[in-house]
């Protein structure tokens, strides 16, 4: 079955750096855009990068352009989110998902930028 998980998440100083990881399994991860979206407490989830099955063509939701970047491994199995120069309103709980009707999501990773 479609599993996809998350990791690299954890509590990070502003200005800071993570890469979080999202391994796939149970599909060929070549064959399907993907997607990074996060939620922020008594917040609506929002896109925060995709990225096309090839990994040619990627886009960036609100506030994260220019910090982050979003790369993908089909061989590897994995998608990746680096994010650098880390801001406070960027914690939440961030989620890995598969384009297509359904979509799928992972659990999620934790996310929090705070001094």
């Known amino acids: 079955q479609v599993q996809l998980k998350e990791s690299g998440g954890g509590l990070v100083q502003p200005g800071g750096s993570l890469t979080l990881s999202c391994t796939a399994s149970g599909f060929a991860l070549k064959d399907y855009g993907m997607a990074w979206y996060r939620q922020a407490p008594e917040k609506e989830r929002q896109l925060v990068a995709f990225i096309a099955s090839t990994g040619y063509m990627t886009n960036y939701g609100d506030g994260v352009k220019g910090r982050f970047t979003v790369s993908r491994n089909n061989y590897g199995n994995t998608v990746y989110l680096e994010m650098k120069n880390l801001k406070p309103e960027d914690t939440a709980t961030y989620y890995c998902?598969?384009?297509?009707?359904?979509?799928?999501w992972g659990q999620g990773t934790q996310v929090t930028v705070s001094s």
């Open positions: 998902s598969r384009s297509g009707n359904p979509r799928y």
